[in-house]
């Protein structure tokens, strides 16, 4: 008799044979610029601590501040035990910085996403879902029960025809990613909302990686493309730009109040830490004092973005900070990050499952936090590695 978890080492054993084992590197410091990571000092080009606020000193001023007052854990569910005004005062304070009726926070950003879509669809009900959407929107799609309809990534046109050849449906829900995680594009929601105005289907965007980045001083994607009270469900989180961890889910009141209902991460699972809402009302209070940091990254992120391009590397279709340098085949964009890594640069290469099989690339997340210097450095590493490994 075999093993019980025979299987298992056959198939760690084919993904380190496909160069698609990933290796988890140990970090020694706080979050920053430059990083302790297995004990070397490196440039970071790896985190999505867009405005540098995961160790900002009015964050982590306001986080002991909380403990302070509320200590470290919420001791039971919110609808069990009672929630904090801290909880309160964070979603009455995100609502408007979003500019909605109202707000709810969860745990994380994928717990936002596995509690929205099973409270508005189900058997019966039929998601829109662009390909490329992320795990946690796919994952939601799939606990809801609901008929999972991919339309071609940021494809009006696939998703109009999608919309027409599903004639027997109850709910309908269209859900899109509002930057997508691994190309950095940004999806085209004026043109989602026509279509789902058209057809009287509400409309929702993960804006994981727009909070904190799009709009004016960072308040997402809806204000980015002046489309206030016309996005029926905005998913966020608090771990990317906010620096902290958290998820939000963002709306009508009469959404909210049908979450605190039904959504089952929030009925099932204990909120959010006292530390993380202190220090994410502390980075509303930042974004909502001065737009020095977002204006800040997106300098970063242009002259980057500018510089790879201008060495010959292929960007793919990068409208953000999140710039991929776009390699082909896992083993060669593992390579690439290893002796960029030998050279003091820490950028993960990002292969299959998380992106398609010959597509690998190096990820590299741009920030406030880097200075000039440090970009160009980055610069200078990529230039040399990519001529090591004939990529440019
Ligand atoms: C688009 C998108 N949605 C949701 C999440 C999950 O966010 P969190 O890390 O807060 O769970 C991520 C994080 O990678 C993301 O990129």
């Given at each position: 008799m075999s093993a019980p978890f025979a299987w298992i080492e056959q198939e760690l054993a084919a993904l380190r044979e496909q160069g698609l084992f990933n290796t988890i590197r140990t970090i020694g410091t706080a979050q920053g610029a430059w990083l302790e990571v297995d004990g070397q000092r490196v440039l970071n080009l790896c985190s999505n601590n867009y405005l540098g606020l995961a160790n900002h000193p009015r964050l982590t001023a306001a986080a002991h501040a909380a403990i302070d007052r509320m200590g470290v854990g919420?001791?039971?569910?919110?609808?069990?035990?009672?929630?904090?005004?801290?909880?309160?005062?964070?979603?009455?304070?995100?609502?408007?910085?979003?500019?909605?009726?109202?707000?709810?926070?969860f745990q994380s950003g994928f717990n936002a996403n596995i509690a929205v879509i099973p409270a508005l669809v189900g058997k019966g009900d039929v998601i829109f879902s662009d390909r490329l959407n992320h795990a946690s929107i796919i994952?939601?799609?799939?606990?809801?029960?609901?008929?999972?309809?991919?339309?071609?990534?940021?494809?009006?046109?696939?998703?109009?025809?999608?919309?027409?050849?599903?004639?027997?449906?109850?709910?309908?829900?269209?859900?899109?990613?509002?930057?997508?995680?691994?190309?950095?594009?940004?999806?085209?929601?004026?043109?989602?909302?026509?279509?789902?105005?058209?057809?009287?289907?509400?409309?929702m965007v993960d804006d994981a990686h727009g909070e904190g980045v799009l709009g004016r001083g960072g308040r997402g994607i809806v204000d980015h493309f002046g489309l206030h009270g016309k996005v029926d469900v905005e998913v966020g989180t608090m771990s990317k730009a906010f620096g902290t961890v958290g998820g939000i889910?963002?709306?009508?009141?009469?959404?909210?109040?049908?979450?605190?209902?039904?959504?089952?991460?929030?009925?099932?699972?204990?909120?959010?830490?006292?530390?993380?809402?202190?220090?994410?009302?502390?980075?509303?209070?930042?974004?909502?004092?001065?737009?020095?940091?977002?204006?800040?990254?997106?300098?970063?992120?242009?002259?980057?973005?500018?510089g790879l391009r201008s060495m010959g590397f292929d960007t793919g279709v990068s409208q953000t900070p999140i710039v991929p340098v776009m390699l082909g085949e896992a083993p060669l964009a593992q390579q690439f990050s290893r002796q960029l890594f030998a050279e003091g640069v820490f950028a993960m290469a990002i292969g299959f499952p998380t992106v398609a099989k010959g597509k690998a690339r190096i990820r590299v997340m741009n920030s406030a936090a880097h200075s000039m210097s440090d970009l160009e450095t980055a610069l200078a590493t990529f230039e040399k590695v990519g001529k090591a490994l004939g990529v440019i």
């Open positions: 919420p001791a039971a569910v919110r609808t069990i035990a009672g929630t904090t005004d801290l909880h309160t005062e964070l979603e009455r304070r995100l609502a408007a910085f979003k500019g909605v009726e109202a707000a709810l926070t994952d939601g799609c799939r606990l809801s029960g609901a008929k999972i309809v991919a339309y071609d990534h940021n494809s009006v046109g696939d998703l109009r025809a999608k919309i027409a050849a599903e004639t027997e449906y109850g709910r309908r829900l269209i859900i899109t990613d509002g930057v997508f995680s691994m190309d950095g594009d940004i999806a085209p929601l004026p043109d989602l909302y026509t279509v789902a105005a058209e057809h009287s289907i509400p409309l889910v963002a709306g009508r009141q009469v959404l909210v109040d049908w979450l605190r209902q039904r959504a089952r991460p929030f009925l099932f699972s204990s909120a959010m830490t006292a530390p993380d809402v202190g220090a994410c009302l502390a980075a509303v209070d930042l974004l909502e004092e001065s737009t020095e940091l977002v204006d800040r990254l997106w300098a970063n992120a242009r002259f980057f973005r500018d």
